[in-house]
């Protein structure tokens, strides 16, 4: 509060002054910043947030109307969904309507809730992606021998994801670190800027669990899963390498999506916290945060509008063209590649054809493997989904 002197028939007199209302990010926009800047960005946020909410509900809408998408594998890919759906579900809406107002007026208790939730269902996807690396991993290299995937794997998956998100997203809350404003005044995330060392533990710790060990994940498993492919299409014709290059080109995009999304917010939140006086422009500061929550909108599209029983089920649901696969195979059946399993997609009918012995021995395309060729599954290819 500052004061005013007054001088009035030589009577001197202070009058206090209220200082102005936009200093107070809760309460007015920043003033540095030209109204303009918080249209774009409401607009931006209304794009990716409406896009990422049709798409991430019609995921979950065929999921539950087509019992023949609800197999073990398919799991993780919904959840996946549910995630980006809850992201832009709290932090989209919210980001649309503060950008549209220039500031942050639902204030700070809701700025904590928003902080907590965008943060929580973000992580809980970014694991969702590391986890169904490890499935395919899992399905396609048989670390386990006989051991195949079933639902309980799947759904002790899930229970992980969201237990370990909630562990390492939660203690801010506490006063582990805290959940506060962004430099442009309109979202709210972990505090980066603290000179505090508990603040500066806290976010290392994330660091290293909600970025580093999933992306760890990620290359491992892909890794392992590319080499399995490359020994298994070795001296192989053209037309049976085609499975392997695709899902190859799946993997590789699958991969550069994780890094366009996650990077460009991992590589910020360590900047500014090793620097916490750097000075960096409010509107340069919220580039990595709006690239995370695009990862809402191509998630679909890479790990579910690219898998052909999928594509057939909704082209089923809006048109009523098209054949549905069936789903009548038993999970515990013993023959070899013929499990439910089967009906996932390519991984699994490549995986019917790997020696469970892990030997990559070359192999012509008319000798027989363990397990069978791919001509061999009881499914045709143009029925199951490639991933």
């Given at each position: 509060?500052?004061?005013?002197?007054?001088?009035?028939?030589?009577?001197?007199?202070?009058?206090?002054?209220?200082?102005?209302?936009?200093?107070?990010?809760?309460?007015?926009?920043?003033?540095?910043?030209?109204?303009?800047?918080?249209?774009?960005?409401?607009?931006?946020?209304?794009?990716?947030?409406?896009?990422?909410?049709?798409?991430?509900?019609?995921?979950?809408?065929?999921?539950?109307?087509?019992?023949?998408?609800?197999?073990?594998?398919?799991?993780?890919?919904?959840?996946?969904?549910?995630?980006?759906?809850?992201?832009?579900?709290?932090?989209?809406?919210?980001?649309?309507?503060?950008?549209?107002?220039?500031?942050?007026?639902?204030?700070?208790?809701?700025?904590?809730?928003?902080?907590?939730?965008?943060?929580?269902?973000?992580?809980?996807?970014?694991?969702?992606?590391?986890?169904?690396?490890?499935?395919?991993?899992?399905?396609?290299?048989?670390?386990?021998?006989?051991?195949?995937?079933?639902?309980?794997?799947?759904?002790?998956?899930?229970?992980?994801?969201?237990?370990?998100?909630?562990?390492?997203?939660?203690p801010p809350v506490l006063g582990w670190n805290r959940y506060t404003l962004s430099k442009i005044g309109t979202t709210c995330e972990p505090d980066w800027y603290s000179n505090s060392i508990t603040a500066h533990s806290y976010?290392?710790?994330?660091?290293?669990?909600?970025?580093?060990?999933?992306?760890?994940?990620?290359?491992?498993?892909?890794?392992?899963?590319?080499?399995?492919?490359?020994?298994?299409?070795?001296?192989?014709?053209?037309?049976?390498?085609?499975?392997?290059?695709?899902?190859?080109?799946?993997?590789?995009?699958?991969?550069?999506?994780?890094?366009?999304?996650?990077?460009?917010?991992?590589?910020?939140?360590?900047?500014?916290?090793?620097?916490?006086?750097?000075?960096?422009?409010?509107?340069?500061?919220?580039?990595?945060?709006?690239?995370?929550?695009?990862?809402?909108?191509?998630?679909?599209?890479?790990?579910?509008?690219?898998?052909?029983?999928?594509?057939?089920?909704?082209?089923?649901?809006?048109?009523?063209?098209?054949?549905?696969?069936?789903?009548?195979?038993?999970?515990?059946?013993?023959?070899?590649?013929?499990?439910?399993?089967?009906?996932?997609?390519?991984?699994?009918?490549?995986?019917?054809?790997?020696?469970?012995?892990?030997?990559?021995?070359?192999?012509?395309?008319?000798?027989?493997?363990?397990?069978?060729?791919?001509?061999?599954?009881?499914?045709?290819?143009?029925?199951?989904?490639?991933?």
């Amino acid at each position: 509060m500052d004061t005013l002197s007054l001088s009035v028939n030589a009577v001197s007199h202070t009058v206090a002054t209220e200082l102005p209302a936009a200093d107070d990010p809760f309460n007015a926009p920043i003033k540095n910043i030209a109204p303009w800047n918080f249209t774009i960005l409401a607009v931006l946020m209304f794009v990716v947030t409406s896009l990422s909410l049709s798409e991430n509900f019609l995921v979950m809408f065929v999921t539950f109307r087509y019992k023949q998408l609800r197999q073990p594998l398919n799991y993780i890919i919904v959840n996946l969904a549910i995630a980006d759906f809850l992201v832009s579900l709290t932090g989209g809406v919210i980001s649309f309507l503060t950008n549209s107002r220039g500031y942050f007026f639902l204030g700070r208790w809701a700025c904590i809730l928003e902080g907590f939730a965008v943060t929580f269902f973000g992580i809980v996807a970014l694991w969702s992606l590391s986890v169904l690396s490890f499935e395919r991993f899992f399905v396609i290299c048989r670390p386990l021998g006989n051991i195949r995937l079933q639902a309980k794997h799947a759904i002790l998956g899930l229970l992980f994801v969201w237990t370990f998100s909630f562990i390492w997203t939660f203690p801010p809350v506490l006063g582990w670190n805290r959940y506060t404003l962004s430099k442009i005044g309109t979202t709210c995330e972990p505090d980066w800027y603290s000179n505090s060392i508990t603040a500066h533990s806290y976010i290392i710790t994330f660091f290293t669990t909600c970025f580093i060990f999933p992306l760890g994940v990620i290359f491992f498993c892909y890794g392992k899963l590319l080499r399995k492919l490359r020994k298994v299409s070795h001296g192989r014709l053209a037309t049976a390498k085609k499975p392997e290059r695709q899902v190859t080109r799946m993997v590789v995009v699958m991969i550069v999506a994780f890094m366009v999304g996650w990077t460009p917010y991992a590589v910020f939140a360590i900047l500014v916290t090793a620097h916490p006086t750097i000075q960096i422009d409010p509107r340069l500061a919220s580039i990595p945060a709006f690239f995370s929550k695009t990862a809402a909108v191509y998630n679909p599209i890479i790990y579910v509008y690219m898998n052909k029983q999928f594509r057939k089920c909704l082209i089923q649901l809006f048109t009523g063209r098209g054949t549905i696969p069936d789903s009548h195979l038993n999970q515990t059946s013993e023959r070899p590649g013929i499990t439910a399993e089967s009906q996932t997609g390519e991984m699994s009918a490549i995986a019917a054809r790997i020696p469970l012995s892990g030997n990559a021995s070359p192999r012509s395309d008319d000798s027989p493997t363990d397990c069978g060729s791919l001509s061999q599954l009881p499914i045709p290819e143009n029925k199951v989904c490639p991933m």
